[in-house]
Nanobody, 121 residues
Framework: QVQLVESGGGLVQAGGSLRLSCAAS????????MGWYRQAPGKQRELVAR???????DYADSVKGRFTISRDNSENTVYLQMNSLKPEDTAVYYC???????????????WGQGTQVTVSS
């Protein structure tokens, strides 16, 4: 019914930049919060950044000042611009969105399949 497809991951040297994209598609009536999480090997999945509207954002302390989250509501797409990348940013990055479909009575949380980001030192 709903799919989240991520793109933009890859291998980059420390200090470099990457831009992740996540497009939601399907029987979407309305999208609430959208965000990015990451999971490194042996660690729990953690919030990276979340955007509730065009101006309301939350960031993990570890990425503040380096990462910027944005969204295009008309395209149900969320972006994560990652600058000054560090080796500790290496992880699988997952897109998440709270979506209400035409058939559901409320908002449900959906996840993308994940995209690998590897930062070499």
């Amino acid at each position: 019914q709903v799919q989240l497809v991520e793109s933009g991951g890859g291998l980059v040297q420390a200090g470099g930049s990457l831009r992740l994209s996540c497009a939601a598609s399907g029987s979407i009536l309305r999208t609430n919060a959208m965000g990015w999480y990451r999971q490194a090997p042996g660690k729990q999945r953690e919030l990276v950044a979340r955007i509730r509207s065009s101006v309301t954002t939350d960031y993990a302390d570890s990425v503040k000042g380096r990462f910027t989250i944005s969204r295009d509501n008309s395209e149900n797409t969320v972006y994560l611009q990652m600058n000054s990348l560090k080796p500790e940013d290496t992880a699988v990055y997952y897109c998440n969105a709270d979506i209400r479909t035409y058939t559901a009575g409320g908002y449900y949380s959906y996840w993308g399949q994940g995209t690998q980001v590897t930062v070499s030192s």
